[in-house]
């Protein structure tokens, strides 16, 4: 409770302390700079939605942010891209890689907010939103599979017991590389990018009817389509043994995606009723 209240004041300070106060030019300098911060300190996100393991955090220069910070960061972006609108096209192309990596961050309040500026993005480019959620819908299926296998390769490998010395203290290996990336480590990674981007999705399906243009009927038939298939793993014996923890990310993920699409209105949802129920 004590750290939402932090944030809360920060982010109040940040906005009507500066880019309340400041030219439309500023604001999008500041836009960009935020956007820096989170690079630095944000891994990188494979295809599949794994960790990029050719570039680490390390690779850009700056000072590396907790989650709170990232979380205020990227609340400040949402407000500054609403309120910039239309010029702020060209800050887009270096957003959206960003907030790919921040939908793949180990906390939800993070994947939240980059969620959240994909559907103030929405707000000034419909066309920009619709194609996030385009993407998003193809990668799931990779994600999923990638959590299958990873699920049942960790259950079915034995823990290797770690080296003691007397009284049962663990031995530290300060021979061991501590940056290698463990497959409980990249399980862990694919639930993440698999419910931040459940969650844009959901947030942009709301955003779609009140945008130019809606969406296309095959965009709504696709997210039904995808949380359906995540919403299936409760009733998936193999991955709920071998990793519940899994399935209910998969299943939360599904149910994400149909609250999304069901704030569509009724005239969206009524040929997917049956699929519902």
Not at 84 to 100: F, K, M, R, T, Y
Not at 114 to 119: D, Q, R
Not at 160 to 174: D, H, V, Y
Not at 187 to 208: I, K, P, W
């Amino acid at each position: 409770a004590d750290s939402s209240i932090g944030r809360l004041l920060a982010s109040n300070v940040v906005r009507k302390g500066i880019t309340e106060n400041v030219s439309e030019s500023i604001q999008l300098t500041i836009l960009r700079d935020l956007a820096n911060m989170c690079r630095s300190s944000v891994g990188h996100t494979s295809p599949d939605g794994g960790t990029d393991s050719r570039r680490s955090v390390g690779d850009e220069k700056g000072k590396h942010m907790n989650r709170h910070q990232l979380q205020v960061a990227l609340i400040e972006m949402s407000h500054i891209v609403v309120a910039v609108g239309e010029a702020g096209a060209s800050s887009l192309e270096d957003l959206h890689p960003i907030l790919q990596d921040c939908l793949s961050h180990s906390d939800h309040g993070v994947r939240h907010e980059a969620a959240a500026v994909y559907a103030a993005i929405a707000q000034a480019f419909p066309s920009e939103g619709r194609k996030f959620v385009i993407e998003s819908l193809s990668g799931f299926s990779a994600n999923l599979d990638a959590i299958h296998s990873l699920s049942f390769r960790i259950a079915s490998s034995s823990p290797t017991p770690a080296p003691r010395k007397r009284f049962g203290r663990s031995r530290s290996n300060t021979s061991e590389n501590t940056s290698v990336i463990t497959p409980a480590d990249e399980l862990l990674r694919h639930q993440a990018t698999l419910h931040g981007n459940a969650l844009a999705v959901s947030m942009l399906m709301h955003e779609f009817p009140h945008c130019h243009g809606g969406v296309a009927t095959a965009i709504v038939c696709k997210t039904f389509e995808v949380a359906t298939k995540l919403l299936q793993c409760q009733f998936d014996e193999k991955l709920t043994n071998a990793n519940p923890t899994a399935a209910c990310t998969c299943v939360r993920a599904g149910y994400c995606l149909l609250s999304g699409a069901l704030t569509m209105g009724i005239d969206a949802i009524i040929p997917h009723v049956a699929t519902i129920f």
